[in-house]
């Protein structure tokens, strides 16, 4: 409230800066106090500016030291040259890893007040929809606007040093930010629907991947297979595909600020893009969507009310409405208090016998308990739109390989047209495992069934291998699709027989992996939020940024770490995908010998290495996989009956 005795300039710093919880209404005030106590923030930003700075580090090293030997005036050149670089990783990391933040931190927006069951007590005060919407969403974009904040003193900095103009800055921050709004809204959209936090991570990924990339792509390949080369055409389709794809544009954007007018000059003239463009486009687009998430958080919390009440149809009423027109006017009577004569009860039991019970048949559970349960729940409990998103996904798939061959006839012949489809399989694959594992023991928790769980006589060894085995049954269904591409490749002829037990090797040493991290992470902390983001964050730092840092460390010191570069990026599952793809995959190489292949792998001293040396390489890091998740899955039993809450 503004002090009636500050200045008028003073009055209306105070009003502006009120503005926010006067619209968002008691829930935003809420939201930021709970968020302002959890560790778990000042983790996230902690360990934000750690990896950005390390990364900093290392890229200037690279870029400036090693050049020391040089004369002052290129050593100045270099710094610009290292500056621009920066900047461009910086704006990339930010991009990438504040959608990933945003789709986790928003997946239990609406979902935990529904766990909670104060969704229906929300709905009784004078708080409506739209603030529980929006208070929701501005807690969350705060905490990400922090994030973003963290790291403008290191682009300032850097900036000086030449090579980068403001307007790359501000418009990567800014594309950042609108679509990390409307990732957001399409996760609380999720988040409304279902009850499970992994459920809505997974919608909202594949929402945003169907939208931003699957479209593309397709638009792409259909272009392509009806040959419309024509200029004002693809001018035209460009400029659609660019000005709403924030991907597109962050690469455009790039791309002219380290080639100014190279990529515009063989460009169609009717290409255009603007990057303020995309920002409203993506605002508009959330604007329709949280107008959706304002009516669907009303009546589901109405729904709540009407069943924390007992309002509806009475039991009487219900089973009348099951029996039969017949039965309904006695059943009724039965339900209705009998204020007139103490004989109608009387009457109406002598009216009316109840039918004999039907004999139930009892469904014995042979095994353990914990795995039949496993092995019988499901993603999605309402059974229709799992079959409409099974079916739209299958006929999605038919159409881009129908697409693939119409444009390129012998894209199954060779060897690239499988390798993008695996390696794509696999990306998903872990995605998808690093999820579905860390939210195997975090859904007990939050469901309050964790403690009975580790009250019944089960021990831990049995619990962990049942949670192990339902954590594998749901990562089962997604990894069908690589293995489905292998093999009916491999029977029409255009992929080598030894490619499926190949790759079988190398996922399966990388699920095993993300399964292990992520039951250690969910028996480590209460929140699936946290599970997950440190479950991808163990992927991402074992796959992408350690064989990264370590290059930039093998260039900045000069130092003979090329062998153990090479070890690093051969651990890598996706590179292992496309070396054994490469010369395993293609009509060519399915009718060759074993024994004539070699494969190029970087942390062999020769190289070049034969089937079987490829074999044990791939199974000594499968087995280093194996290991490490056994002893991931091992510290997970031990904190089991440590941190209950």
Sequence with gaps: MADPVASPITRLWQGLASLPAALAGPILTKELRVSSRRRRNYVLRSAYLAVLTVFIVLVWLATVRWESNRDYAYRVSRMAIAGRTIIVWIAWFQFIVIQIVTVIMLSTSISEEVYAKTLGVLMTTPINSFQIVIGKLFSKILQLLLLLAASLPMLAVLRVLGGVPWDFVVASLCITLTTALLVASVTMFFSILFRWAFVSIL???????????????????????????DN????????????????????????????????????????????????????????????????????????????????????????????????????????TPATASPAAPAFATAAWTPPPARRVRVREIKGSPIIWRELRSTWLKRSV????????????????????????????????????????????????????????????????????????????????????????????????????????????????????????????????????????????????????????????????????????????????????????????????????????????????HLSEMKFYWNGLSHRLAGFGDTLEYLTLSAGLNIAFAAFLAWRAKCQFRKRWF
Excluded at 212 to 220: E, N
Excluded at 301 to 310: E, N
Excluded at 447 to 455: A, G, P, Q, T, V
């Design 385 to 592: 739109l799992f079959w409409v998103l099974t079916g739209v996904g299958f006929w999605l798939l038919l159409l881009i390989y129908a697409l693939v061959a119409w444009a390129e006839h012998s894209a199954f012949t060779r060897n690239d047209g499988h390798i993008g489809f695996i390696v794509v399989y696999t990306i998903i694959g872990a995605l998808a495992t690093c999820v579905l594992a860390a939210t195997n023991i975090t859904s007990e928790k939050e469901s309050r069934s964790w403690e009975l769980l580790l009250c019944t006589p089960l021990g831990d060894w049995h619990i962990l291998l049942a949670k192990f085995v339902g954590a594998l049954r749901r990562c089962v269904p997604l990894w069908l699709l690589p293995i489905a591409h292998i093999l009916l490749f491999s029977l029409a002829g255009l992929c080598h027989v030894a490619l499926l037990p190949m790759y079988l090797l190398i996922a399966g040493g990388m699920v095993v992996l993300l399964v292990g991290a992520g039951m250690y992470f969910g028996s480590r902390f209460r929140r699936t939020t946290t599970a997950v983001m440190l479950n991808i964050a163990l992927a991402l730092g074992l796959w992408a940024a350690l064989p990264l840092c370590t290059a930039l460390l093998a260039e900045a010191t000069h130092s003979d770490l090329r062998e153990t570069v090479g070890y690093v990026i051969d651990a890598n599952p996706v590179f292992q995908t496309g070396i054994v793809c490469d010369r395993l995959a293609g009509a060519s190489n399915a009718r060759r």
């Design 203 to 229: 919608m909202s990924m594949g929402a945003l991947a169907a939208f931003y990339g699957l479209v593309p792509l397709i638009v792409g390949l259909f272009v392509t297979a009806m040959r419309l080369h």
């Design 232 to 335: 004002e055409f693809l001018g035209s389709l460009l400029t659609l595909l660019a000005n709403y794809n924030p991907v597109a544009m962050m690469f455009f954007l790039t791309f002219e600020m380290l080639e100014p007018g190279q990529f515009l000059r063989g460009a169609p003239k009717s290409f255009f893009f603007a990057w303020w463009v995309n920002c409203l486009i993506s605002l508009g687009l959330a604007s329709l969507i949280l107008a959706a998430c304002v009516a669907m958080v009303r009546r589901v919390g109405l729904r709540m009310v009407a069943g924390a009440t007992g309002a509806g149809p009475s039991s009487a009423a219900a089973i009348a409405a099951s029996a039969g027109p017949a039965l309904a006017p006695v059943l009724e009577a039965l339900d």
